[in-house]
């Protein structure tokens, strides 16, 4: 056989080779990650639920999710184990860390317009450039209308259906 009819075959069994590989190297890392857990571990699951580890069980791990409150998790459903200063400054973190007060996503248009504007009870003009006040104006807007007033007579004097228009046919 020819080198040159082999050789895609080759390519795709690398690609798939290659894949496979990563792949598997993901579990193992994640595998060892799981296994790092101990009682008294942060960990974030997958849902993006912090907790403490409580008990380790063979395929399951019981989580604190609230002081007193207790959850049964897969140990795959564990999707990090933290640092233990960065589970406590995520989890029990002071209000000034947080920066509680401060807008940073607005949940209105309000904070989008400034304070000058909104005092005045201006309103925002969407309006195009040449259209200030709505009016066409120039050869442009005169062309523009008279096209327009021209499809309307044409509607309104048109009784026939658009089936009976586009075949050709009188309805009547």
């Known amino acids: 056989m020819n ?10 069994i690398g690609a798939m080779f290659l894949m496979t590989r990563s792949a598997k190297n993901k579990q193992r890392q994640a595998a060892k990650m799981r296994d790092s857990m101990t009682p008294g571990t942060g960990v974030r699951t997958i849902g993006g639920m912090y907790a403490t580890v409580k008990e380790i069980r063979d395929d399951t791990v019981l989580l604190e999710v609230a002081p007193g409150t207790h959850a049964l998790y897969a140990k795959n459903a564990v999707g990090a184990v933290l640092e233990q200063e960065e589970y406590e400054r995520i989890v029990n973190a002071t209000p000034s860390d947080l920066e509680i007060g401060k807008t940073v996503v607005p949940d209105d248009a309000s ?4 304070d000058d504007e909104r005092a005045e009870g201006s309103k925002v003009d969407f309006a195009k450039s040449g259209d ?12 523009r209308r008279a096209a327009s007033d021209a499809k309307d007579e ?12 586009r075949k050709g046919t009188d309805s009547e």
Do not use: N, R, Y
Request: overall charge negative; hydrophobic content about 35%.
């Open 3 to 12: 080198i040159v009819t082999l050789l895609p075959f080759i390519v795709l």
């Open 111 to 114: 904070s989008l317009t400034s």
């Open 132 to 143: 200030e006040d709505g009016d066409d104006t120039g050869a442009d807007g005169d062309a």
């Open 154 to 165: 044409q509607a309104k004097g048109d009784d026939k259906p658009e089936d009976a228009k």
